[in-house]
């Protein structure tokens, strides 16, 4: 990677992984938030006395319907997390990098019910224009990828911190209000340190983006410097795709490049099988996740500082994603390298380096798996 605009990268990188963190997939930390509502007696009118068989009323209130009520919301949220995932990269393909971003931050909402949906689109959004940070750092592509889907996961830990802080004192209504009015950061990144349209891949030499970058030699004189930046990303895209870079060159002579369209990728028997697979284990982590607290709850038989306990722990292993995520990226890097490495040894093209400009944000996704890329 030249050294031309590393502090700029660094800078992309460290403030889109805190933002991934601190706000991409914040719904995972629901059984953490459930336990905040419910000491505040959120639905607590559905609570009903629970009556005896000689029609005495116990100690205890039979608070399924609120339960009901609180897993109507988590599932709406999910529902939203994931449907919303395929128009989110279509709306990222379409209309580029500040136009999704710019849908995503007004997403930060004080009403609460209202802005569980709304947080859910938004951190999808995040994660999806974060993802192709990673395209600035070439070989260490997945990695970043990786280490992004990670924070997405640990970003649940937020709940935990608005826990942790409500039981210290502070309210309910103090950290929602914090967490909105941190959509200026969602803003200036926007516009100071990420690009108007696509990064490219493989990126191209002198590439520049964002409000800090220097305007290129290659830029035409009578734009302005966002034009430029948007422009030129747009022709290097362009040129990629109709002239493949020379690594794949070496292929048979009267051997054409076969072109694969996106509709081709989507219904293919590996792809189908994927989603499948993938939507198995959504359906199994949401369906734990929004349960949590009323089996917490029934295990340790009301005991309010032990469903609190075993919530914290819940939530700090949570936090880990970050840590562990990486690996598979890190792996994938190695071994990219490794068969490249060979490659170049027995003179065959590595087909699936540089092909296009691997935008596919469509299939981009969370939830610590790697990128679909068309």
Same mark, same amino acid.
């Given at each position: 990677?030249?050294?031309?605009? @590393? ?9 889109? /992984? ?19 509502? &419910? ?22 209130? +039979? ?11 988590? $599932? @709406? ?33 004080? @009403? ?25 750092? *070439? ?9 992004? #889907?990670?924070?997405? +996961? ?35 990144? $926007? ?36 034009? =430029? #930046?948007?422009?030129?990303?747009? =022709?290097?895209?362009?040129?990629? =795709? ?8 070496? @292929?048979?002579?009267?051997? =054409? ?32 996740? *929004?349960?949590?607290?009323?089996? /917490? $709850?029934?295990?340790?038989?009301? +005991? ?18 970050? /840590?562990?995520?990486?690996? #598979?990226?890190?792996?994938? +890097?190695?071994?990219?390298? &490794? ?5 170049? #040894? ?29």
């Amino acid at each position: 990677m030249p050294g031309q605009g @590393l502090p700029l990268r660094v800078a992309t990188l460290l403030t889109g /992984l805190l933002e991934c963190l601190g706000f991409a997939g914040v719904l995972f930390g629901w059984a953490s938030l459930v336990f905040v509502f &419910k000491t505040e007696h959120y639905f607590e009118e559905l609570c009903e006395p629970d009556v005896g068989p000689m029609g005495n009323v116990t100690g205890e209130a +039979d608070c399924k319907a609120q339960d009901e009520r609180f897993s109507l919301i988590f $599932t @709406l949220g999910s529902f939203m997390n994931n449907f919303m995932t395929f128009p989110a990269g279509f709306i990222f393909d379409r209309f580029k990098t500040t136009v999704a971003r710019l849908i995503a931050i007004p997403d930060s909402a004080l @009403l609460l019910f209202l802005a569980m949906p709304m947080l859910t689109v938004g951190g999808i959004l995040f994660l999806i224009t974060n993802l192709q940070v990673g395209n600035l750092f *070439g070989k260490h592509r997945s990695t970043i990828i990786t280490l992004y #889907n990670g924070a997405f +996961d640990s970003s649940s830990a937020v709940f935990l911190v608005i826990k942790l802080l409500y039981e210290q004192g502070v309210s309910l209504r103090a950290s929602f209000i914090f967490l909105s009015v941190c959509s200026a950061w969602h803003v200036g990144r $926007t516009f100071l340190l990420m690009p108007r349209g696509h990064i490219p891949y493989p990126l191209p030499p002198n590439y520049s983006y964002g409000g800090f970058c220097v305007r290129s030699l290659h830029s035409r004189t009578d734009t302005t410097e966002g034009e =430029k #930046n948007t422009a030129e990303s747009d =022709k290097v895209e362009m040129q990629t =795709k109709e002239f493949p870079p020379a690594k794949e060159e070496t @292929l048979e002579p009267g051997r =054409k490049q076969e072109h694969r369209s996106f509709w081709r990728y989507a219904l293919s028997q590996r792809f189908a099988c994927h989603l499948v697979w993938l939507s198995v284990i959504q359906l199994w982590h949401y369906l734990f996740i *929004g349960t949590l607290n009323s089996l /917490l $709850t029934n295990l340790a038989g009301g +005991d309010r500082a032990l469903v609190s306990t075993y919530t914290n722990a819940f939530a700090i292993t949570q936090f880990f994603g970050v /840590l562990c995520a990486p690996w #598979n990226g890190l792996l994938m +890097d190695r071994l990219k390298q &490794k068969y490249q490495k060979e490659a170049k #040894n027995t003179g065959e093209a590595w087909a699936a380096e540089g092909r296009g400009t691997r935008r596919g944000g469509i299939f981009m996704h969370g939830q610590s798996h790697l990128l679909f890329c068309s």
